[in-house]
């Protein structure tokens, strides 16, 4: 594992390394400065499986992460955790956000770079009650999977491809603060037994 720690200072960038690195499978990246965001360039890195937006109190940026490379988010139940924003090279055909440990904030952003092959997200909630802000993903995915083992609530979704929605586990599920797209006229909770909170778009205009 490689830890990164990006603390408070006067400067107005917050620069990872751009060099080559390889056989390190996971990242922990944590940034506390106050205001300075950080971007991790995956273009020059192989190998990773695991990234870790990890107690940042500021925004933190995932890019080019290789294919099978899951995300997660780690809060303490009372930091208020910045942004996360991810996106994955061409060849990505699914992503796995985990949401880890009481999140409180912090709007996220998953997409692919380039190309249209992202077809699925997977959403996952666990270890505490979790929030986040506004959920982005990539208007190429049809397959949303949400599996809460612990209370998720989160702000608005832009999901403009997707068809299907499903959620699993025993966890709460708050995502009607906005209403889902038009094209997300499948909505699976059939094996979820929580509370599920879920505000439909306007699915006459599919």
């Known amino acids: ?5 990006f603390a408070s200072d006067a400067g107005d960038t917050n620069t990872f390394p751009a060099a080559t690195i390889t056989n390190i499978e996971n990242f922990s990246i944590k940034n506390q400065d106050d205001n300075d965001a950080v ?3 995956f273009a ?3 190998g990773e499986a695991l990234v870790n937006n990890n107690l940042s109190t ?5 890019s080019n992460l290789a294919a099978g490379t899951n995300v997660d988010i780690t809060g303490n139940g009372s930091l208020a955790n910045g942004a996360t924003t991810i996106t994955h090279v061409a060849a990505t055909t699914a992503s796995t956000i985990d949401i880890i440990g009481g999140t409180t904030a912090g709007n996220i952003s998953d997409s692919q770079a380039s190309g249209s092959k992202l077809v699925t997200t997977t959403i996952t909630s666990t270890g505490a009650a979790n929030t986040v802000g506004t959920v982005g993903i990539d208007s190429t995915v049809t397959a949303l999977n949400i599996d809460a083992t612990t209370d998720l609530t989160t702000g608005a979704f832009t999901a403009a491809g997707v068809t299907t929605l499903t959620i699993t586990g025993a966890g709460d599920v708050d995502i009607d603060a906005g209403a889902l797209g038009a094209a997300t006229d499948v909505i699976d909770a059939s094996a979820s037994t929580g509370d599920i909170d879920v505000l439909a778009g306007n699915v006459a205009d599919n």
Not at 58 to 62: A, C, G, N, Y
Request: hydrophobic share 45%; charged share 5%; proline share 0%.
């Open 58 to 62: 500021s925004d933190v940026t995932f």
């Open 44 to 46: 020059n890195i192989s």
């Open 39 to 41: 971007t991790v360039n």
């Open 1 to 5: 594992t490689l830890a990164v720690t």
